[in-house]
């Protein structure tokens, strides 16, 4: 996946709104080969929470990142 | 052993004596490769590259270690006068940065070539390692434009940020960790795909730098104040943008304004771009083990370079990211 594809995506991924990242996709299937490390999933959930966001689940996240690799 | 070998090639190549002065002196400054703290990462590198193919380390690996810190520190003067950086007490001029960095980036070009007789290249495959060499070069030398090129521009893609860093870090890196490999044997293919490990190292590398130096603290210069376009920087204004183009006339509203004015780095944080520029360097850097994995299942062991990574690698912490 090319960098402006990723981009796209991962904008998509979290919320029309940049202000408010969602970080959560709900329906989105989570059987995903998850590369990406735990620790920044849990990071993200965290930055996620901060900005008023209660994440339910990455797992459009984890399939962005699982494309990306 | 790199420091002591570093300032023997100063001495051989700054002869003059007002030239060799400054050169030292800018070199013993914090973040250079004669400051006490210096770790010469990309030299030690080499070495263990070469290690890991050849054994101990030859007179040419030593050279052509020395050559690949000169070429760093070529790179890190040019990113001082880029980014107008002093450090307190500092009485170099950019110019005279500019003409340190163009004689060390000279000095490098010959430690290369000194490196490649000393390792007794000739014919073929003195070719192939020139070639490889000027494509390096010319990727870090373009990458370093690109970099002063994007300062200019208020629009800048994410992709172009990514081009320029990965073709100014990932260049040093393919020269650091190819060249190491380069000392070591004539096979190209071994070469390139330790090139490719550097590449991908050294992108990471500087990926976690930029998330870094994106909005450190409110009270400290950051990359986004200063505008600087690096990849979680780009992505950020370029959200702002996205959320200008939404509203009439492409004018934010008067409330987002205020609350980006009061809280650039709340507003920073909350829109996704330091996540976004850790799972792209987390991306480089699943690269390099899979580069190094493949290496390993070619020559049977990598040596101490799964340590070398290991000493790349930050936390989320590191980069903000983590309450």
Known sequence: MEIRE??????????????RPALAAPGVSSQVDLQMPTEFLTAAKTLASRSGEQPKENSLLRAIAAQWW | MLEAELRRAIDLYFGESAFQGAMLHALARPGFALHSKAPCRAGVLTLEIYRVISGPPSVAAIQAAVAVELH?????????????????????SPAEELALAIGLLSAGQSAV???????????????????WYRDCIGSVCAGQFLDAYLEKRDAVTAEEA?????????????????????????????????????????????????LRDACPAPDLPSDLTQGKKTLPVVFFHNSLAEERSKVTRGIISQETQARITADISGVFE?????????????????RAKNNLADIKSRLGTVGNLENIVGSFEISPQEVGLAA
């Open chain 1, 6 to 19: 990723f981009e796209k995506a991962f904008r998509a991924a979290i919320g029309s709104d940049p202000m």
């Open chain 2, 72 to 92: 760093m520190q070529a790179a890190y003067l040019f990113d001082n006068v880029a980014d107008g950086d002093k450090s307190p007490g500092d009485d170099l």
């Open chain 2, 113 to 131: 070539g000194e490196a490649a007789f000393m390792a007794g290249r000739s014919g073929s495959g003195l070719r192939s390692l020139q070639q």
């Open chain 2, 162 to 210: 990514l081009k320029m860093t990965s073709l100014k870090a990932g260049g040093l890196g393919r020269l650091a960790a190819g060249l190491g490999a380069g000392m070591a044997t004539e096979d190209q293919e071994i070469v390139d795909r330790f090139g490719e490990f550097g590449f991908h190292l050294f992108t990471y590398s500087q990926l976690i730098d930029d």
């Open chain 2, 270 to 286: 909350s829109s996704g771009a330091r996540i976004f520029g850790a799972i792209v360097a987390e991306a480089f850097l699943n």
